[in-house]
């Protein structure tokens, strides 16, 4: 059983405008396809009983792609082009991977996840990457995922997981990490030496990265990883007293 956290935001089907929650498909087909049980997780209002309750039926989790995390979180000024506040969002995630921590439930962070998980082990980040870097090159805009090539230490999980070197990834974002949280330790960067994947040196299982594996139907290993680890959970869940 896998949770996957969604957006909440106002939409448009047929004759109603709503706010609703949702998620693009890709990111549940990642799971479903690789054995696991896609559980959609929209904000709560009451973000600490309720992300224990969920936990509590889950195996692993998904933090998803989405808008920017409040730059207040790590100490900063917000930047002119950093989105809106999502105070819900942000809480109930931070709510939700504090508690899977606490679990050693296995965690996947997908582009605003890995960010979300920086800032929450006490990391900062870079609030609009041309302005650090000089280049558009992660965010096209428009909708259009840009390729980047990342480079993937061969000293990582994450290198067990979808091999070692060079291999090209869809970016959309504009921030990156600056400062690393706490316990994470860096395992892909781009050539300008941006960050691209972090993973946890304990027992834990935490992968974030900051390209979105989703968009790659033909490669689901990210999301075969984190099944994998989830059964091994629940497996010894099943087995302690």
Known sequence: MIGLTTYLEQTTQGVWDVRAAFLPQQYFDGVTSSGGIAVLLPPQPDVQAAAEAVLDGLDG???????????????????????????????????????????????????????????????????????????????????????????????????????????????????????????????????DGLVQAFESDGEGYVVGVQWHPEENPEDRRLFEGLVAEASTFALSSALQP
């Open 61 to 191: 989790l998904v933090l998803t792609g989405g808008l920017d995390v409040e730059p207040a979180l790590y100490g900063a000024v917000r930047h002119p082009l950093t989105d809106p506040a999502r105070p819900d969002r942000d809480a109930w995630e931070l709510a939700l991977f504090r508690g899977a921590e606490r679990r050693r439930m296995p965690v996947l962070a997908i582009c605003r996840g890995l960010q979300l998980v920086n800032v929450g082990r006490g990391g900062t980040l870079h609030q609009h990457l041309p302005d650090v870097l000089g280049t558009e090159r992660y965010q096209l805009g428009g909708g259009v995922f840009a390729v980047n090539e990342v480079l993937v230490d061969e000293h990582s999980r994450l290198a067990d997981l979808i091999g070692a070197g060079a291999l090209d990834v869809h970016s959309y974002h504009h921030q990156g990490i600056d400062r690393l949280g706490e316990g994470l330790i860096a395992s892909a960067r781009t050539d």
